[in-house]
């Protein structure tokens, strides 16, 4: 069951991750450049994603007898 909470815990950073990578790119100016940001938007989307459906296969996994 502690695996599912780490994997949980990532699609989460991932997930603050990519609001934010919005939030700066739809400003205008990103502190970190456009590039970066993008790269880390980019990246963070299907991590989040891959992330969060494996802690919910975890969890279902663990639930069971």
């Not at 989460?12 to 919005?22: D, L, N, Q, R």
């Amino acid at each position: 069951m502690a695996k599912s909470y780490l994997y949980l815990l990532g699609a989460c950073v991932a997930a603050i991750a990519t609001v934010g990578c919005v939030f700066e790119l739809s400003s205008g100016e990103a502190q970190l450049g456009t590039i970066p940001t993008t790269v880390i938007l980019l990246l963070s989307v299907p991590l989040g994603l891959v992330a969060f459906v494996m802690a919910v296969r975890l969890g279902r996994a663990s639930d069971r007898p």
